[in-house]
């Protein structure tokens, strides 16, 4: 029988601009059990996909921000005291394994290492969580996917993942949409005007030129709905751009007065 039989109608989904195939590829991998990586840059809308994705299957999402400090016991579970008495506690992707549903790795290759140990025997075809610390050994159901995302820009020989991992998953790349495509998001996730909708996102794509030049990042997907939710809502745009766009994007001043003579020339100010 199927797995994709639950499926909820497109009039109660939230709203996803689709850059490809991701949509019809992750519903072939969860129908198959098979796990999903997914590569692409900060604000592209990764996690975005995914939240839309167990909207659309009616699966419970478990999501993890991956950091330096987490550990195999962050995901599986720990004994916690109290009241007493030594009790078991379920970490996010047991959580998943025993009832089903997505779980979600963002940035897996900030984990400590010991987390691939975990996550190893769930994306093969034994799809088990062994559990030391309990003597269990679960078997993942049908409806479990696992998920995991990174940014490759942010790679380095000590935050890799390994080419051994990598091939334990079916990958997709993302990229930042095309420009007509990332002003029907700012459209549809904002009330901005949609002059302003294209000003905004040809400045961004100005601004993604200079990744790697005097920019570690680019202006992400993300940063223009925070913009034009300020713009929006009736802040003055250059300032706007400022705040939701510029500042985070760099901490040194002088890049940021580079950068704000880019948004002043685009939309024809000098102050």
Known sequence: MS?????????????YEPQGHEIELFMHAYEHRLPVLIKGPTGCGKTRFISYMAERLGLPLYTVA?????????????HLIGDGETVWSDGPLTRAVRTGGICYLDEVVEARKDTTVVIHPLTDDRRILPIDRTGETLQAPDNF???????????NLLKGMKPSTRQR?????????????????????????????????????????????????????????????LISTGFDPVKACRAGMIEPLSDDQDTIAGLMELVQAAFGRTD
């Open 3 to 15: 797995t994709v039989s639950q499926l909820n109608t497109a009039e109660t989904l939230p709203f």
């Open 169 to 229: 998953f079916v990958s997709m790349s993302f990229d930042y949409l095309p420009a007509a495509a990332e002003v029907e998001v700012l459209l549809n996730e904002t009330a901005v005007d949609k002059a302003i909708a294209e000003q905004l996102v040809i400045l961004a794509n100005g601004l993604r030129q200079l990744k790697d030049q005097d920019l570690e990042e680019g202006a992400s997907t993300r940063l223009l709905v925070y913009t034009a939710t």
């Open 66 to 78: 991956c950091h330096d400090d987490l550990s195999a016991s962050d995901l599986v579970g720990r």
């Open 145 to 155: 996917m696992l998920v995991v995302s990174y940014n490759p820009g942010y790679q």
